[in-house]
């Protein structure tokens, strides 16, 4: 064998015994995060919010809209059908 597998065995072993060492002798702990809830309610929030915003059918700039049916046309002129547009 030559010096370098002789270290590297010595080191390993070492690695290996203190990790032996080590994981012996402390308890496991399982504790929940803290902030899991918050989260969740967070996240619960923001879709209630965000689905109330997109279901409001008005405009989000002063107040201030017309809206109306217009004709909508395919890229050969030929009607389509009507789209509802607010402006």
Same mark, same amino acid.
């Given at each position: ?33 803290? $902030?899991? $809830? ?30 109306? $049916? ?5 890229? %050969?002129?030929? %009607? ?6 607010? %402006?």
């Amino acid at each position: 064998m030559s010096i370098k597998t002789r270290i590297a065995t010595v080191v390993l072993t070492a690695l290996a015994l203190t990790g032996s060492i080590v994981s012996t002798t402390s308890q496991a702990e399982a504790r929940p995060l803290g $902030w899991g $809830w918050g989260v969740g309610a967070g996240i619960a929030t923001a879709a209630v919010v965000g689905t109330a915003i997109a279901a409001s059918s008005d405009p989000y700039y002063y107040g201030y809209h017309r809206c109306g $049916w217009v004709a909508q046309y395919n890229a %050969y002129g030929q %009607y389509v059908g009507r789209v509802r547009t607010c %402006y």
